[in-house]
T-cell receptor, first 116, second 110 residues
């Protein structure tokens, strides 16, 4: 299994500011993903973080609002830009481990973001 | 990815088996059935997955019907720490990403 470290674990931010969330994996992985979980809701995929190229965003999410970096196979960042209270959510990093019948996703512990 | 249907909530007595159902009638031939759980405000935890055969590991058992249109997650001896939201997800391996539904809130009571 992959061990995923996410920083920060929680933060309280002011409207209009930006926050960068870091995701570090203890092994090289091909695919990394960023999810959002709004209060009382299920998880929604924001984007796939691609190593060496631009992230692939899901419908409803754009690069200007959620820029993503993936400089290598063990690290990625998600920035929540120009925050508003509607961005208050848990943000989760996940990685795909192995492939074939043993393929599964592992998740970090999440970043709980509150925007005032 | 195929859509899943789960009951919104279930109760179980501590020490008894918890049987969580999931319907996935539009599952395609190469899609796996995954189960994850999420304890309050933590990241989802992988439980088990399968393609068409029943699976068992140290956490749970997964029973998939022969037509693959439904499955059941079994926690053989539920404890209070098993109280969580349980997600049933079906997905292929092409892109790795999984689509989460609303899940089942399982409450284990003494």
């Amino acid at each position: 299994s992959a061990v995923i470290s996410q920083k920060p674990s929680r933060d309280i931010c002011q409207r209009g500011t930006s926050l960068t969330i870091q995701c570090q994996v203890d092994s090289q992985v091909t695919m990394m993903f960023w999810y959002r979980q709004q209060p009382g809701q299920s998880l929604t995929l924001i984007a796939t973080a691609n190593q060496g190229s631009e992230a692939t965003y899901e419908s409803g999410f754009v690069i200007d609002k959620f820029p993503i970096s993936r400089p290598n196979l063990t690290f990625s960042t998600l920035t929540v830009s120009n925050m508003s209270p509607e961005d208050s959510s848990i943000y989760l990093c996940s990685v795909k481990s192995q492939g074939g019948r043993n393929e599964k996703l592992f998740f970090g512990s999440g970043t709980q973001l509150s925007v005032l | 990815d195929a859509k899943t249907t789960q009951p919104p909530s279930m109760d179980c007595a501590e020490g008894r088996a918890a049987n969580l159902p999931c319907n996935h009638s539009t599952i395609s031939g190469n899609e796996y059935v995954y189960w994850y759980r999420q304890i309050h405000s933590q990241g989802p935890q992988y439980i088990i997955h399968g393609l068409k055969n029943n699976e068992t590991n140290e956490m749970a058992s997964l029973i998939i019907t022969e037509d693959r249109k439904s499955s059941t997650l079994i926690l053989p001896h539920a404890t209070l720490r098993d109280t969580a939201v349980y997600y049933c997800i079906v997905g292929g391996t092409s892109y790795g990403k999984l689509t989460f539904g609303q899940g089942t809130i399982l409450t284990v009571h003494p």
